[in-house]
């Protein structure tokens, strides 16, 4: 008796030991095979998927098999590890053990809007609304009731986000990346705010922020930027009109062509620097930190004139006689390849 039990029982570990390895090397044929793709796919992983739902979904369409064993795989060795929703990109390379890697350190898709220096509110959403992966929330929200959404009620939307790239996944809405811009600029104006020279002509960093924008859509050399803070600068604290051609087309809107004529630098409205005194009510455009830095720290001197050149640079001057000859030197006697802003790098 005792014979045949050590005989079954050594029959018995055998049989484990042979389903162990059995087990062992099914489980490594499953992890290890690629994943029948011909080309990229993406997966989408929706909030609150499940790793053996997703698992069963793809042997059902014939990416992989063996689901069973890999759900097993994610239980005993990847259990709590939390499934991130988004987008999983899938290669043909890959094998099921490189799906569930992925899976586990969340390598999600990544997607990127950049908003730019110089742009306006109206540019901002237009390129908002072109990502198709950003969950779109503000159509039919006009810029008032989205100010109020931001915690701004009353506040023109106009300059108050940062120009930058920003990253994003697919599930995040167009809010999500707005409210992040309007932090950054947040921050960025307030860091400025504290270095800000002596005896500027501000209340507030709000007023820094509308010079910060007119600077940055009379120049695109960055190098001109405290200069042209410097001329507006003295213009304001000698109480002359600031007649920056940017406020008259900001405040034509939709009506701008292309073309301003001198009937538009008369025309009254509450950003033609030509017609009002001091600075408009609100921001221009978009600006980055060197803007911003610029209307902080103006340059020093006495000009109080600048006309473009026409490669994207100016030509400052301190009196009016001075400025009337750059006119007419680089801006009645316009060269074919006159341009108002730098050539593109």
Same mark, same amino acid.
């Given at each position: ?57 793809? *042997? #059902?369409?014939?990416?992989? /098999?063996?689901?069973?064993?890999? !759900?097993?795989?994610?239980? &005993?060795? $990847?259990?709590? @590890? ?35 220096e110089g742009w306006s509110f ?35 939307? *106009? #300059?108050?986000?940062?120009? /930058?790239?920003?990253?994003?996944? !697919?599930?995040?809405?167009? &809010?999500? $990346?707005?409210? @992040? ?76 062509? #292309?073309?301003?004529?001198?009937a538009h630098l008369r025309e ?78």
């Amino acid at each position: 008796m005792i014979r045949k039990f050590l005989l079954l029982l050594a029959a018995g570990v055998l049989l484990l030991v042979l389903s162990l390895a059995l087990a062992a090397w099914r489980m490594h044929s499953v992890l290890q095979q690629p994943l029948q793709l011909s080309e990229e796919r993406l997966l989408i992983v929706e909030p609150g998927a499940t790793p053996g739902g997703l698992l069963n979904q793809l *042997e #059902g369409e014939g990416v992989l /098999d063996g689901a069973f064993w890999l !759900r097993l795989y994610w239980r &005993f060795n $990847l259990t709590g @590890q939390p499934l991130h929703s988004g987008e999983y990109r899938l290669l043909p390379a890959q094998t099921a053990q490189d799906l569930l890697g992925i899976w586990q350190r969340g390598e999600v898709v990544q997607y990127s809007l950049t908003l730019v220096e110089g742009w306006s509110f109206r540019q901002v959403r237009a390129a908002l609304h072109k990502q198709v992966a950003l969950k779109q929330t503000l159509a039919g929200l006009d810029d008032a009731a989205l100010m109020t959404r931001l915690g701004q009620p009353g506040a023109n939307p *106009e #300059g108050r986000f940062f120009p /930058d790239t920003y990253r994003y996944v !697919r599930g995040m809405s167009d &809010f999500d $990346l707005l409210k @992040q811009a309007h932090a950054r600029l947040t921050e960025v104006l307030e860091e400025e705010w504290q270095q800000r020279a002596e005896g500027l002509p501000y209340r507030k960093p709000y007023d820094a922020l509308i010079m910060a924008s007119m600077v940055e859509k009379e120049t695109g050399v960055p190098a001109e930027r405290g200069q042209i803070a410097g001329v507006f600068v003295r213009r304001l604290r000698m109480g002359m009109r600031l007649q920056t051609d940017p406020t008259v087309i900001f405040g034509l809107g939709e009506r701008y062509n #292309g073309n301003l004529t001198r009937a538009h630098l008369r025309e009254p409205t509450p950003y033609n620097t030509y017609t009002i005194d001091g600075m408009p009510p609100t921001p221009i455009a978009l600006v980055g930190r060197e803007a911003i830095h610029a209307a902080l720290h103006p340059v020093a001197g006495k000009s109080l004139y600048f006309v473009a050149r026409g490669d994207g640079s100016h030509v400052f001057s301190d009196s009016l006689e001075q400025h009337n000859r750059a006119v007419s030197e680089y801006q009645l006697k316009r060269r074919a390849d006159y341009r108002s802003s730098p050539a593109p790098q």
